[in-house]
Each structure stands twice: as structure tokens, then as C-alpha cells.
């Protein structure tokens, strides 16, 4: 007990993965900051997803949405291409399932194709919570709270490479989510849970990679955003 103190380690599990859909709502409990719920997309959804990243390889869609909004939102700011209805009717229940899960009216939904990790070290985000899927190509890599010395986050590190600088233990510590899944993370800034957000990153791999993936967050998260840009 006296070691797990020093490294700032949590020996109890703070997650929950499930393949029950109404098992995601666990991340209102206190001790979880990820919750997982493990799906499989259909075809059509996996193949709309490959046309929209040849179609648009560089895409960056980011926008605060209502709840109710209409696939015709995304046709119109995306594309028109029938095959890709498929990919926005999953947003849509995503959104809304987001949105009525917190009980809130709106959500910033981003949704971003990329070949190099957005965020290659492993952090915590200050925010409430946000919804993370991939639809193509490798999924957010993150840790079990149980496995990190926060310790050696951000400057903790000392410079050193999160593999070498005593974050984690060995490889093997690192979960993955696959195309499909849901991941609810909860932030540093959801209520009580300062110092336990959950520590995530952006896939690493061997070589290069093309990923679509989708993020939703609270719609005051966007607000905020957009205020901090403007002064």
C-alpha cells in the first residue's frame, strides 16, 4: 500500500465494457471513468465510412448541433453521396443518445479523418465527458486507472517518452477501443473527479494510418471554445 501510495496508483478498476447498450450509463458511477460499450458496425456503415475518407481524406467537420437535428445538416455541409447515409444516421442516434444520456439540448460533435495521432502523449482532458468512436483505422488507446502513475503526466515525464518514463508498466497495459465501440470518458472536470480523468492518446502504430473518427462533447465545451478564441 505504502509503494501504490508513492506512484500515485489506484489499485481498484475505474472501468466498465460491456456489449449492453444501457450498461454505458455506468459512467455516472463515481469509481468508473470509462465506459465502454462494444458494438459492431454493419457493412453499410464500414463501407460509407471508406468512401467518405477517399472522398474527403482531409476532412474536419466541427460543429455545436441540436439533439433533433437532421441527416440533411450533414449532407449539406459533407456530401450528398447516397452510399454515406448510412454513416449519418449513426451520427445522428449517437448525437441523440449523447444529448439524452446528460439530459442536455445540444453537443459539439467533430468529426476529423487523420493519418497521425492528434494527440500522441497521454493525458487527461479537462472536460465533463466526451463520446469517442472510430469508424476506420486504429482506436483511442487509454489506460486503466489502476495501471497509472499520474505522476509522470505532462511535465512528470521529464521529458521522457510515455513508454520509458514510468507511466505505465509494460505495453500490455494499454487498452484499445475498436471500430464500433462507444467510449464514454469522463474529464477532470466532471464533478468530484479531479485526478481521475481518464488517460488517454491517439493510436500509435508501426507505421502510417488513416482513421475516421468521431468525438461528442457538451455543447458548453464548444461555447467556452469559441469564447477563449475570441479574447
Given amino acids: ?111 476529423d479523418a487523420i493519418d497521425k495521432p492528434m494527440c500522441p502523449r497521454f493525458h487527461a482532458d479537462h472536460l465533463k465527458c466526451r463520446l469517442v468512436t472510430t469508424y476506420y483505422g486504429p482506436g483511442t488507446q487509454w489506460l486503466p486507472n489502476n495501471l497509472v502513475n499520474r505522476n509522470k503526466l505532462g511535465h512528470g515525464n521529464n521529458g521522457l517518452a510515455d513508454d520509458i518514463s514510468g507511466l505505465f508498466s509494460k505495453k500490455s497495459d494499454i487498452e484499445n477501443l475498436d471500430v464500433g465501440d462507444i467510449g464514454l470518458l469522463k474529464g477532470e472536470a466532471w464533478v468530484n473527479n479531479e485526478g481521475l480523468g481518464l488517460v488517454h492518446r491517439s493510436p500509435h502504430t508501426d507505421s502510417n494510418y488513416k482513421r475516421l473518427y468521431v468525438t461528442i462533447d457538451f455543447g458548453d465545451l464548444y461555447r467556452r471554445s469559441i469564447f477563449n478564441n475570441n479574447y
Fill in 1 to 111: 500500500m505504502i509503494i501504490a501510495n508513492q506512484q500515485n496508483i489506484n489499485t481498484k478498476k475505474h472501468y466498465s465494457i460491456s456489449n449492453d447498450i444501457s450498461k454505458i450509463s455506468n459512467i455516472f458511477n463515481r469509481e468508473i471513468n470509462i465506459s465502454i460499450w462494444k458494438r459492431n458496425l454493419n457493412s453499410n456503415i464500414l463501407h460509407a465510412s471508406e468512401i467518405l475518407l477517399i472522398k474527403n481524406s482531409d476532412l474536419q467537420f466541427s460543429e455545436l448541433i441540436n439533439k433533433n437535428f437532421s441527416i440533411d445538416f450533414l449532407i449539406d455541409k459533407i456530401g450528398a453521396d447516397e452510399k454515406l447515409i448510412s454513416f449519418y444516421e449513426d451520427i445522428q442516434y449517437l448525437t441523440k443518445l449523447f444529448c439524452e444520456l446528460f439530459d442536455i439540448k445540444d453537443a459539439w460533435l467533430r468529426i
